[in-house]
């Protein structure tokens, strides 16, 4: 995320002011004394850390910074756009959360889906943005995909995540890891099936077993809101308007993958979901060219790409009169 920010900002003549998030403050610094090391001019980069109460209100309403990117839930983007908005008025580019779909059809590459859905879904402890959390999958393999999922599931390892073959770590705080229990339990009480997990990895530290639901209903808020950890649904779907129709029911519009052997269907799919990245076959797959950003409540802008370079700068029009008119 820092790099995203950092790297089109500086190559457009930007000084930039780093606030990180008080739990993962230490890549930021090390960051800096990077850029240090390596010759920027004195004040080119500067370092702010603290609470977002605090130092991110301060940068978002200070009077002579012109343009905030942010990443992190749509609660705290809406502060920073109104901050941005009753200070100087400056533009803002808002990452924000999301509750992406992963849509696969009948046709689909089993094993394919299957992989690729662990992996949107479980990748970085659940803590993506972008993370598959609504998989959606059409009723003739349904229940083939659901064995293998979870069997795949299943094998995810955890424990320190500096081990060797672990997968997955313990969640970022003590917040999330009560958040999220808190997910669980109220998927628990508004009657879904707990499928695999929906609870605790050992006694110590925010260890949760991957965990997936499976009979919701689309107004239960793990179908819903965004969770940020190893949680997911698996919903089954008889036909693509059907599906379309439940995948767009959401006010985030991050990402969603598609499977299909069809192109021109996934392509189809691809295009009526309201996201701003889709996959198709793939999931989180994201690279430095390509663009990325949301739909509705997911965010304002873009990262990434030739899009990245446009959010730090401004459109200036100059007019000059070469002949003797007037």
């Known amino acids: 995320m820092l790099a995203w920010k ?6 457009t003549g930007n000084a930039v002011v780093l606030k990180p998030s008080e739990f993962t403050p230490l890549t930021a610094i090390r960051m800096c004394g990077l850029i240090k090391e390596a010759g920027f001019p004195a004040g080119a980069v500067n370092i ?5 109460n605090t130092a991110g209100s301060a940068i978002s309403s200070h009077m002579k910074i012109d343009k905030v990117a ?15 908005a009753k200070s100087n008025l400056k533009n803002v580019t808002l990452e924000l959360g999301g509750k992406s779909p992963n849509i696969i059809f009948n046709d689909a590459n089993l094993e394919q889906a299957v992989n690729w859905a662990a992996h949107g879904l479980f990748w970085n402890h659940g803590q993506a943005c972008c993370a598959g959390t609504r998989i959606f999958v059409q009723e003739g393999i349904y229940d083939q995909f659901l064995a293998k999922f979870t069997e795949k599931a299943k094998k995810i390892k955890l424990g320190d995540p500096f081990g060797e073959a672990i997968d997955q770590g313990p969640q970022v705080s003590q917040i999330q890891y009560d958040r999220i229990m808190d997910y669980i339990n109220s998927g628990k009480s508004e009657g879904a099936t707990t499928h695999l997990g929906g609870d605790r990895f050992g006694t110590e530290g925010y260890f949760i077993n991957p965990t997936i639901f499976t009979d919701t209903k689309p107004d239960m808020r793990i179908v819903k809101e965004e969770i940020f950890g190893p949680v997911g649904v698996v919903i089954k779907f008889t036909d693509e308007a059907d599906v379309i129709k439940q995948a767009n029911d959401t006010t985030y519009g991050l990402a969603a993958s598609v499977f299909s052997q069809d ?20 999931a989180n797959q994201l690279h430095a060219n390509i663009p990325f950003g949301g739909f509705k409540q997911s965010g304002i802008g873009r990262e990434l790409g030739e899009y990245a370079l446009a959010n730090y700068t401004s459109v200036k029009a100059v007019h000059v009169n070469l002949g003797h008119r007037m």
């Not at 702010?48 to 977002?52: N, P």
């Not at 942010?70 to 941005?84: D, I, N, P, Q």
């Open 6 to 11: 950092l790297g089109p900002a500086l190559a």
């Open 48 to 52: 702010v850390t603290g609470y977002g």
């Open 70 to 84: 942010f990443t992190g839930s749509t609660l705290v983007g809406r502060k920073v756009m109104e901050a941005a």
């Open 263 to 282: 192109i021109n269907r996934a392509l189809d799919t691809a295009h009526k979901l309201q996201a701003g990245t889709a996959w198709v076959n793939c």
